[in-house]
């Protein structure tokens, strides 16, 4: 899988934008503030819907101007596939081969993205919600039965929360409760059973890029108690009833879950420092990266945001010797050109951008 051509307008700088990127590896030079890291935010935009810098999706269309586009080339699964998105302050159009779609996600199945940046960290030091967001936009991607109970699960969720906030009796919130036992237990085991399935992947990329740190555990914890079946969520949802109408919304359930890794030689309770939090977010993206191939037959897309900065000199020639192995599309921003030892048996593309335009360079 990789893009053949991307346009942009009217995005932050990008004005008017055309790249015709190599299908490996494609590095984005320039200076702070020329527009590097807007390309890939266009790229996560047409695949997630939403800028991995995070802010307001109106804050991306260009000052003065009413509406983004974003038109990609896609090749994959031996086709080619147009993707078109289009963002105006209040509304959304996507189209697919020049057809209108009715959601945003039958676009972003197409275009599945991976983005390792300066704000990754949160994987590990921010709260669950982005490490939910890890396991769910996999499942999004490779497990088919995943969007059906996850669609319904939200449902339930938004009803029994207004339910909470009103005047009712608890037959209201039965008929809710049940279906968000019965899609809360499906959505724990496929979340389960996703990282289960990226154990070996995982173990194998923290010894590549952790080995001073022991072997790798991971950790899954529900949203509720030790009875992790339906009925377990349902009793737990019956339970915490007062305190959920005292507070106004549900305080147990799926959307509760939440999961973490530890290193045999790092102290449970002893914080990663931000270089070993960067490293671990980097070994769970690139494992991730590979599960998705193993299971999909072909690659995302890989952007790296910075990299150099994020990252010491071992550790980037080690990123650039994996990627440099894998049939993977990449694109990576930096401020200066890489060392002579950095570039070594990297095969690439070189860009530079500047003021918002781009050229390939020799």
Same mark, same amino acid.
């Given at each position: @899988? ?24 494609? *590095? ?12 890939? #935010? ?29 038109? $990609? ?51 590990? +030091? ?12 996999? !499942? ?5 039965? *995943? ?17 909470? /906030? ?38 194998? @990329? $923290?010894?590549? *890029?952790?080995? #001073? ?23 737990? !949802? ?11 919304? +549900? ?41 998705? $191939? ?14 150099? +900065? ?46 918002? /335009? ?5």
């Amino acid at each position: @899988m990789h893009l053949v051509s991307l346009t942009v307008e009217h995005l932050r700088c990008l004005e008017a934008l055309a790249l015709e990127p190599a299908a490996g590896i494609n *590095f984005l030079l320039g200076d702070n503030g020329a527009g590097k890291t807007s390309i890939l #935010e266009a790229i996560h935009l047409l695949a997630c819907g939403r800028s991995f810098r995070g802010g307001q999706n109106e804050a991306l269309i260009q000052r003065g101007q009413n509406t983004l586009r974003v038109v $990609a080339r896609l090749h994959s699964e031996g086709l080619e596939r147009i993707l078109g998105l289009e963002r105006s302050p209040r509304t959304w159009k996507a189209k697919l081969d020049g057809e209108n779609v009715e959601r945003l996600s039958e676009l972003f199945l197409r275009l599945p993205v991976v983005c390792f940046e300066p704000d990754s960290h949160v994987l590990i +030091s921010g709260g669950a919600e982005h490490r939910r967001r890890f396991l769910d936009w996999a !499942l999004f991607h490779v497990e088919p039965s *995943f969007i059906t109970p996850w669609r319904r699960y939200q449902r339930a969720l938004k009803q029994r929360n207004r339910i909470l /906030k009103q005047d009712h009796t608890d037959v209201d919130l039965e008929v809710w409760e049940i279906e968000l036992a019965e899609q809360g237990a499906r959505l724990d085991g496929l979340r389960r059973d996703y990282l289960e399935a990226l154990r070996p992947q995982l173990i194998a @990329m $923290a010894e590549r *890029f952790l080995p #001073e740190m022991g072997s790798l555990q991971i950790h899954y914890q529900p949203g509720w108690g030790e009875n992790i079946d339906a009925p377990g969520l349902l009793e737990a !949802l019956k339970k915490a009833r007062e305190r959920d109408r005292f507070l106004g919304h +549900s305080t147990v359930g799926a959307h509760r879950s939440d999961w973490s890794v530890g290193f045999s030689r790092i102290p449970e309770r002893e914080m990663f420092s931000r270089g070993q939090e960067k490293l671990t977010v980097l070994a769970l993206l690139l494992a991730q990266t590979e599960h998705f $191939a193993s299971v999909r037959g072909e690659w995302p897309l890989l952007l790296l945001d910075d990299l150099p +900065s994020e990252l010491d000199p071992k550790h980037l020639q080690d990123t650039l010797n994996w990627l440099a192995q894998q049939p993977a599309q990449a694109f990576v921003t930096l401020t200066q050109a890489l060392t002579e030892p950095e570039r070594t048996r990297v095969p690439s593309r070189w860009f530079h951008v500047e003021q918002g /335009k781009v050229r390939a360079l020799v």
